[in-house]
């Protein structure tokens, strides 16, 4: 059996061990917040038609749907504000509904040069080009071949028949599964990464080229050709 000292001489460390924990968490939330960096990978994909019918598994797509914006106040409270906003900018949303109605992803666009608030930064886009802003889809869906099905609608199909040849997006370069996913849909890297300095919340943004010691290593990496 345990003395009263072991008893004691366990306790004390456990505090000390939990004391330790939280003050690493507050100093790792302060460092953050005083300064912090975030780098996205520029990506591009030619838009290609492809024989989807959302129809075909349940869902339906629209882009003015009267009810989205109470939808979104049920189902996303805390985007409310920030959607009609984005509205109106003549930002475009593309919505997906299952056929209960129910809002199950969406995709925001923009079809002329864009400023990112929270980035500080202009996306500047080519003619006929989109750079698709921000995407969801319900995490019950994401996993699955519906979600990819989706995914791959609001990434292609719908632009396509509006006259729109290809689209850019920033995905944050620790995103692997991002990365991959976006590369199985078309995308590839075009040689540009935004990089983001955040000084007491205060974004300072810039875009760059990859270094000659990156594309190096991506070389390398890649699997010999025959």
Known sequence: MFSNNSKNNISASAIIEKSFLILKKIIR????????KDKYLILEA??????????SIGFHASDNNPEFMHQVKMQFPHKYKLFNKRL???????RVYSDQNILVAYSWSATT??????????????PKQIYQLDAFVKPEYRKSLQGMFITAYM???YFIKRGITSSIIAVDKSNKRLLKFYSFLGYKEIG???????IFRVSFSVSKPYSERYMKVRESKKPAEA
């Open 29 to 36: 939330k302060l460092t953050r917040y005083i300064y912090y």
């Open 46 to 55: 030619p838009l290609k038609a492809r024989a989807l019918n959302l129809e």
């Open 88 to 94: 109106k900018q003549n930002l475009h949303c593309l």
């Open 113 to 126: 040069d864009y400023f990112e608030p929270l980035w500080k930064y202009t996306f500047r886009l080519k």
């Open 155 to 157: 990434s292609h199909n």
């Open 192 to 198: 540009e990464k935004l990089v983001i300095r955040y």
